[in-house]
């Protein structure tokens, strides 16, 4: 079995979005940075749900790209919150290809991101009580 078959994404399905030609490196891969970047999308969608407000990150814990996302493939983000402290959250993030054209979907790569809550002056504030 291959991970197609024997791995299911971890969290909420988040961001869903198509990889297109103007995002790829010069061997036709789609670069690196803008899966980065799907990724904090998804976990700044996640963040600002779960905090009730504005979010900044802060870090983003090792990534290792695992398999090559290419043109036409549909990037799934899925999140899951792991913790929530006083002010920040550790929310982790999985990317997966939807392969063109075709039912099949791998995962590219994961990673936990931290995030801030912030208020309007852009200091930190406090992440209220779950279901508050």
């Given amino acids: 079995m ?3 078959q024997t791995e299911a994404p971890r969290g909420e399905l988040t961001v869903r979005t ?7 490196n ?8 803008w899966v980065m970047s799907r990724m904090d999308q998804a976990g700044g969608i996640a963040g600002v749900a779960r905090s009730q ?3 900044v990150t802060v870090a983003v814990e090792a990534m290792t790209f695992i ?5 036409g493939d549909v990037l799934c983000v899925y999140t899951e919150i792991e913790k929530v402290g006083r002010t920040s959250m550790r929310i982790h993030v999985e990317a997966w290809a939807q392969r063109f054209m075709t039912p099949a979907r791998e995962k590219v790569t994961d990673a936990t991101f931290t995030f801030v809550a912030i208020d309007e002056s852009g200091k930190p504030r406090a992440v209220p009580a779950e279901g508050v």
């Fill in 26 to 33: 010069a061997n036709g891969d789609i670069f690196g940075g």
């Fill in 67 to 71: 398999r090559p996302v290419k043109v």
């Fill in 18 to 24: 198509i990889a297109m030609p103007a995002d790829t």
């Fill in 53 to 55: 407000g504005r979010v």
């Fill in 2 to 4: 291959n991970a197609t």
